[in-house]
């Protein structure tokens, strides 16, 4: 991944309980949380005046359950094969994600894999 697009994110999670909610920030593809597949995955990029916020690691927020690693299944096309792409969801939109964008038409932005057809949890990983 260039190091021109790996950029400050953020994910807004419920606290626990139920009473507002903890924006967390962390480096990541910032050109493929945006649009609609922003919205579905609970991701964002960080506004101009939130550059300096401090990032923290994606294995610590997973850890924590604020944030969710799933695999997105793309179709390929004639010029390139189906891929499988890591993507991060918030734990809250973990569950709906799939049934708003694994429908055969949707594509993930900045990402030349075609359209997803099915998005899964990844298989559990040591983050050491």
Do not use: H
Not at 52 to 76: D, E
Not at 84 to 105: D, P, R, S, W
């Amino acid at each position: 991944m260039p190091a021109a697009s790996n950029k400050l994110c953020k994910a807004s999670t419920a606290n626990p309980g139920g009473t507002g909610a903890t924006v967390v920030y962390f480096r990541s593809n910032v050109n493929m949380y945006s649009g609609a597949f922003a919205t579905a995955s609970g991701i964002a990029a960080a506004a101009a005046n939130e550059q300096s916020n401090p990032a923290m690691p994606i294995k610590n927020l997973i850890r924590s359950g604020q944030l969710v690693r799933m695999t997105a299944v793309t179709k390929g096309t004639s010029t390139d094969p189906s891929r499988q792409i890591k993507i991060l969801v918030t734990n809250e939109k973990a569950e709906t994600i799939g049934a708003a964008f694994a429908n055969g038409t949707n594509t993930i932005p900045g990402i030349t894999a075609g359209a997803i057809v099915a998005v899964r949890r990844a298989n559990r990983m040591r983050l050491s």
